[in-house]
């Protein structure tokens, strides 16, 4: 099976602006989580979906925003860019979120986005 | 609130020898215990993981050692090789709810030839 991809891979963008991040969970799977990975902070958790519905959010201002579609691919969207922003974003993905028992969750390789 | 702390930061290891790493935690209705392994340019790959209701899981030169009633638990490297040097994360979560993880901080690992 190929693994969870994510598009694009880099991405430069202005303070301001709007951006929409891409990924495509393995076949099969219907959950889907998004992270941000910073040096300072670590990966937090930004939200999670599951069969086109959020089922858990993290503590982002709703200048974030995801959605997913019926076929399992997620995007996610940032608007009015800051500089603190700039981040790698991680998409994962699992069978069943965890739903009834605990799943392995595939780490796609994420997107860099930098801020200016 | 920081509910996952990982420690060390970073750590150097000559080869053949024992790296540990340590989390601990906060939220007793976290259940579920996985370690990741990420290496540059790459996202985090499961590595091992954990559930309370037992105290140490191997996976060949990999355990967990897990203390439910100090809220800890830590990784050992046995025999570390330069191929294991990369950022390891601990992270928890609900069994019920592994799609949302609370990861550690991270640490760097380097083994020296």
């Known amino acids: 099976k190929a693994g969870v991809t994510q598009t694009p891979r880099y991405l430069i963008k202005t303070r301001g602006q709007q951006v929409t991040l891409s990924c495509s969970p393995i076949?099969?799977?219907?959950?889907v989580s998004w992270y941000q990975q910073t040096p300072g902070q670590g990966l937090q958790f930004l939200f999670e979906y599951f069969s086109e519905t959020q089922r858990n959010k993290g503590n982002f201002p709703g200048r974030f925003s995801g959605r997913q579609f019926s076929n399992s691919r997620s995007e996610m969207n940032v608007s009015t860019l800051e500089l603190g922003d700039s981040a790698l974003y991680l998409c994962?993905?699992?069978?069943?979120?965890?739903?009834?028992?605990?799943?392995?969750?595939?780490f796609g390789p994420g997107t860099r986005l930098t801020v200016l | 609130q920081q509910q996952v702390k990982q420690s060390p930061q970073s750590l150097i290891v000559q080869k053949g020898g024992i790296s540990i790493i340590n989390c601990a935690y906060e939220?007793?209705?976290?259940?579920?215990f996985p370690w990741y392994q990420q290496f540059p340019g790459k996202g985090p790959a499961l590595l091992i993981a954990i559930r309370p209701d037992v105290s140490e899981k191997k996976e060949g030169r990999f355990t967990i050692s897990f203390n439910k009633s100090a809220k800890q638990f830590s990784l050992h490297i046995m025999d570390s090789q330069p191929g294991d040097s990369a950022t390891y994360f601990c992270a928890a979560s609900r069994r019920t709810n592994a799609g949302k993880s609370t990861f550690g901080d991270g640490t760097t690992l380097t083994v020296k030839p």
């Open positions: 939220n007793t209705a976290f259940d579920y």
């Open positions: 994962a993905s699992s069978p069943r979120g965890g739903h009834g028992s605990p799943d392995t969750q595939y």
């Open positions: 076949s099969g799977h219907r959950s």
